[in-house]
């Protein structure tokens, strides 16, 4: 088991915390996703996307909550992102409660990431680069992918995927108007295909930039928001 978490969390913690009681407050998003994993429901995903301040000097807070029935018991996953105004990544923590706990901290500072993780194998500490425009994107976390819904078709940034411990690019494939289903409505949307080290994520848009499907081929991950 994991005891208490690291620094960068509680001071990630008191930062939102401070900032949604100080500062103009506009949530962007909430909701809930169903997450299934090869067609099969497995759990849920609940989020809100905020943004706090205004100008130069607003943030973008994201958050979730994950409950996840899988064969070998229930997980649940709580990350928590803070962007910059132009959606650059600040802070990031992640935590993993069930079978296989987990902690992960990213902190951004002089053009580097820095990525600590604690499990019960021990601590581990990774350097990343920091570019312009770079994202970052958890795997199995559907709402995170609000984050790349401005970029366009044909442009590549930067990902960085902490779970994974890795670092990549994103590429946008295409990008297409298409019909589907939410809560049993037929909605309008943008079909967006992304590619990340050559794994396909397939993702809809709505007009907003809202997330409204995923679906992860390579993974079996899929994502189905439940209300409009």
Do not use: C
Request: net charge negative.
């Amino acid at each position: 088991m994991v005891h208490g978490p690291p620094a960068p969390l509680l001071v990630l913690a008191l930062l939102v915390t401070a900032s949604s009681a100080a500062a103009q407050n506009v949530v962007v998003d909430e909701g809930t996703f169903r997450i299934l994993r090869d067609g099969r429901a497995i759990g849920t995903e609940t989020f809100a996307i905020r943004r706090v301040g205004q100008g130069t000097e607003a943030r973008v807070i994201a958050n979730a909550d994950i409950e996840l029935e899988l064969a070998d018991g229930t997980e649940r996953i709580k990350p928590l992102l803070q962007a910059g105004s132009d959606l650059s990544l600040s802070a990031y923590q992640l935590e993993v409660s069930g079978r296989e706990p987990l902690e992960i901290a990213v902190t951004s500072s002089d053009r580097r990431l820095l990525a600590r993780t604690r499990s019960p194998a021990g601590e581990q500490e990774r350097e990343f680069r920091a570019t312009p425009g770079g994202v970052l994107l958890e795997q199995g976390v559907a709402h995170q992918y609000w984050f790349l819904s401005q970029l366009e078709e044909g442009t590549a940034v930067t990902v960085l995927v902490p779970r994974a411990g890795a670092q990549d690019r994103i590429e946008v494939r295409s990008v297409r108007p298409e019909t589907v289903t939410v809560a049993g409505a037929q909605v309008l949307a943008r079909h967006v295909t992304f590619a990340i080290n050559r794994a396909v994520h397939e993702v809809w848009y709505d007009a907003d930039g809202r997330v409204l499907r995923v679906l992860v081929p390579g993974t079996a991950f899929a994502a189905e928001r439940t209300s409009r």
